[in-house]
């Protein structure tokens, strides 16, 4: 086998393609931009779907267009069909995070060239055994009405070397590739490799073995061949175009071509797992038990720091709850096997820059910001797995078996596995309710899998109603609303979304919701008809779709379009805004601010970006100071179309971390030695229009990212003049003033006095409270006698003191019983005391009497044997409950 390095073999991919004619591009993030029907990019396909679907034309990429492409896609799967986070680590070619090399045809080269290409680099390139590779073809399906494929069968005869014997068909599971529930589809063929001795394909043919889940017999490559579109229905419709998409595994080629027989032990592992090894003062291979953590470990790290790089961060729900559960997944293993009771995640993320660098630019960029958001999380985990112990300590304090909601209830909060909480039982000689953990998995399951499937149904690409004579397709939409806020256009087409009217204008001055800014709203006029423009969107085919009040009886003939440009000018100086307050940040707090969101409208405006800590009074002081020199410097605003995006990156201007750009920009800049940022939104001409900025508030979004809110132009007088009507009401309520906070703190201290002196009467009024309760104390049938009452507005700390006095007054053969409740808050309070001879002749228990009267009230409690509480919620009970107290006690006597 060959000693190439995992670099080398990415490269070599490459080269192949590219010499084919292929552009070579780069990989989409992680963290899809503008796709909601997808949690993670989970297949290489999914930055060309529009391609597939019709919707563009070709791939534009270096100034060229491209039949043809390349890359290395990196993937996230950690559910449904493709991978289950539990077998990660286990085994040793399944990971979460992984690399996909794919090469592409759109609508250009099909079966014929796919199936001799690959076999071209597997075998005469990298010189894998011919004997040794399988190719699987699709066997046809009734339900689908689709034949054997076998013009791939004829392909791989005639392209090929293989070995007759070793072409198998198989069913509509491993060889019908589809995206989704709707959308391209089409049968593939795979190359399987058969990795075992000679002795053993001796015994059994390796024809037996695909596809049986044996590792040692396992794909490399699927070529998919998309000749279909997958309806709502389920039908099948011919696309118009036939497509290539091929994938295979990165990790896995490595492992075949360095003769490896689990992916951890290449090249592509060793580094990580060399560091992770060292810090744990162990040898990676000397125990199974480890060796399993430490490939936990690291394929988690790669899948954190990618997503996190790429725009997502750990949080409680969707992308960030996968994310947040990857990395406890691997804290808990370093914690629970290797001893790190410590943060130690997060300095991986070094190995993984330096590994990295040249293919994966973005996460050097990021190191900083990656590494503090991982530690945060990893400080607070911490935290919850102790706490997560100790509650488990208490779910299982005096039982045999732990049901299956406490077991799910640490799964959920606490992030612990089934397995940790089976391992801890294990120790404690606990049954786990495993079946009862697994259906409320599954109920979780059923509802993350409802949200992660493909449901935007892709089939109605076609299903606008033209309105112009020739089809939709002749007529161009332009955009003009940089220029103009009124502009004659025609409408193009029509729909009917739900209970929304669509419409797609040939001309258009609406910007559609993009880039964190709203979209305009506005009316289209004709004569004396009016439909209100309410909202605008993007379509998936680059024509803006306007969402409308009503369809008009006569769509035909020139309309006027206009936007609500009052609307607008506000929305303007709050998105100009956004571009100041970024660059104050950076300058003020330091460069590695970026920005990871943020929402502009006419009212207000929203900035998420990565700092690590909350920032100081001081620190927002300079900056709202900072950004308001720099609108009364009035800039002016430089506005440039279709720069070239190397140009603009050149410039240093801003871009977004996972953001994908065209091959041209538009670049917004407010001074060059200011403010440079690639932006499709619209601004104002100059600083000045802004008026004036003000912060409104600043908090925490998620680990590592802060979010400030503001406002400025109209919005920002107004609260001006808002706080200065407050201030004079304030003033006015209290009177002549010469410093105003100091009077209101006077006043606070004032009051917290009185209230002191109140309490100070009360407790006294309580205790001759609790002196007549004394002196009318009746006697029970066992002679002991009994101090009960209610005392009016005392909370449990004064029945406590209360008890105490009472039993310091009685001293002996007394049980005292106080309550009191509190109608508004809806709770009741109860207390018993016990003189300490009733305990000891008796053996009265304070504790196990109030637990009892607690359950009356609708609560419960405890304490020591002599003064325990109880509080419950149900205040009209109280009365019952202290009436019943006498035969609780005389039943308790022992």
Request: aromatic share 8%.
């Amino acid at each position: 086998m060959s000693h190439k390095t995992s670099a080398q073999i990415r490269q070599e991919f490459f080269d192949f393609f590219a010499e084919k004619n292929h552009a070579i591009v780069d990989s989409a993030p992680v963290v899809p931009k503008n796709d909601p029907t997808l949690l993670f990019t989970n297949a290489g396909m999914n930055q060309f779907k529009s391609i597939f679907l019709g919707e563009e034309e070709a791939l534009k990429h270096d100034g060229k267009t491209w039949n043809r492409a390349a890359d290395t896609q990196k993937c996230i799967r950690v559910s449904g069909k493709h991978n289950d986070l539990e077998e990660v680590g286990h085994d040793t070619y399944h990971h979460t995070l992984f690399e996909m090399l794919g090469n592409w045809s759109f609508g250009d080269y099909f079966k014929k060239e796919a199936i001799g290409w690959a076999w071209e680099l597997l075998v005469d390139e990298w010189g894998l055994e011919p004997d040794r590779l399988y190719a699987t073809v699709f066997g046809g399906d009734e339900e689908d009405g689709l034949p054997v494929d076998d013009e791939a069968i004829e392909l791989w005869k005639s392209e090929t070397s293989i070995d007759h014997d070793h072409i198998l068909k198989c069913g509509k599971k491993d060889n019908f590739w589809e995206m989704g529930e709707t959308g391209p589809c089409g049968p593939c063929s795979e190359v399987h490799i058969d990795l075992r001795s000679d002795e053993e394909r001796k015994k059994q043919p390796g024809r037996d073995l695909v596809n049986m889940d044996d590792p040692r017999v396992m794909e490399i490559w699927n070529l998919v061949f998309i000749q279909f579109n997958r309806k709502p229905d389920a039908s099948l419709e011919k696309l118009p175009a036939q497509h290539v998409d091929t994938g295979m595994g990165f990790e896995r080629i490595c492992a075949v071509l360095q003769g490896k027989t689990s992916n951890y032990d290449t090249d592509v592992f060793t580094p990580v797992i060399n560091e992770i090894a060292d810090m744990a003062g162990l040898k990676y291979g000397d125990d199974e038990e480890k060796d399993i953590a430490m490939r936990v470990i690291a394929d988690h790290i790669r899948a954190v720091t990618f997503s996190i790089a790429d725009g997502a961060s750990p949080g409680n729900d969707g992308r960030g709850y996968v994310i947040r559960r990857i990395l406890r997944r691997a804290i808990r293993y370093g914690w629970d096997v290797l001893d790190f009771k410590e943060p130690f995640f997060y300095k991986l993320v070094e190995v993984l820059t330096e590994q990295f660098k040249d293919v994966f630019p973005e996460i050097p960029a990021q190191k900083e910001y990656i590494v503090n958001v991982i530690r945060s999380e990893e400080k607070s985990f911490l935290k919850t797995l102790g706490q997560g112990i100790e509650l488990f300590n208490d779910m299982v304090e005096g039982k045999d078996k732990l049901s299956g909601e406490d077991a799910f209830k640490l799964h959920d909060t606490y992030g612990f596995p089934i397995d940790l909480t089976e391992l801890m039982a294990r120790e404690r000689g606990v049954e786990v309710d495993v079946k009862g953990f697994n259906k409320h998995m599954k109920e979780q399951k059923e509802r993350a899998r409802a949200a992660g499937k493909f449901s935007v149904d892709q089939s109605d690409i076609n299903v606008w109603s033209a309105v112009q004579e020739g089809s939709v397709a002749d007529y161009k939409s332009e955009f003009v609303g940089y220029d103009d806020a009124e502009v004659d256009t025609l409408i193009r087409g029509y729909r009917k979304e739900g209970n929304r009217f669509a419409l797609q204008l040939t001309k258009t001055p609406f910007y559609a919701e993009s880039g964190g800014q709203v979209s305009d709203k506005g009316i289209l006029r004709k004569g004396d008809e009016c439909l209100k423009v309410l909202d605008v969107q993007k379509g998936s085919d680059g024509f803006n779709v306007h969402y409308v009040d009503k369809l008009s009886e006569d769509m035909s003939g020139t309309w006027t379009a206009s936007i609500d440009l009052d609307r607008r000018i506000e929305i303007q100086k709050h998105h100009s805004a956004t571009h100041l307050v970024h660059a104050a940040l950076r300058g003020i707090l330091g460069d590695h601010v970026a920005q990871k969101g943020s929402l502009v409208d006419e009212n207000h405006l929203r900035f998420d970006f990565s700092h690590f800590e909350a920032m100081t009074d001081e620190q927002l002081d300079e900056v709202e100071q900072l950004v308001n020199e720099k609108i009364q410097e009035n800039i002016p605003l430089q506005e440039e179309r279709n720069v070239p995006i190397d140009e603009a990156k050149e410039r240093g201007a801003m871009m977004l971390f996972g953001e994908k750009y065209g091959e041209t920009v538009r670049v917004i800049t407010f001074d060059e030695n200011y403010s440079v940022e690639l932006c499709g939104g619209t601004h104002v001409g100059a600083t000045g229009e802004i008026g004036y900025f003000r912060f409104t508030q600043e908090t925490s979004v998620a680990a590592g990212i802060r979010r400030i809110e503001a406002v400025c132009g109209i919005q920002a007088d107004k609260l001006l003049r808002d706080e200065k009507r407050l201030l004079n009401q304030v003033k006015g309520a209290i009177g002549q003033t010469q410093d105003l906070a100091a009077d209101v703190l006077k006043l606070i201290e004032e009051k917290k006095s009185l209230e002191k002196e109140l309490e100070q009467m009360q407790l006294q009024n309580t205790g001759a409270k609790l002196d007549e309760l004394i002196q009318n104390a009746g006697s029970l049938d066992s002679d002991i006698k009994l101090v009960k009452g209610e005392i009016a507005g005392a909370d449990m700390d004064v029945l406590k003191q209360l008890g105490y006095d009472g039993l310091q007054k009685t001293k002996q053969n007394t049980a005292i019983v106080l309550g009191s409740k509190d109608e508004e808050e809806g709770k009741v309070y109860l207390m018993v005391a016990l003189s300490e001879d009733l305990i000891k002749e008796k053996g009265l228990k304070a504790g196990a009497i109030v637990g009892q009267l607690g359950r009356l009230v609708g609560g419960g409690g405890g304490g020591q044997p002599n003064l325990a509480t109880a509080g419950g919620r149900q205040p009209e009970k109280l009365g019952e409950a202290l009436e019943k107290v006498n035969e609780i006690i005389t039943e308790s006597i022992q």
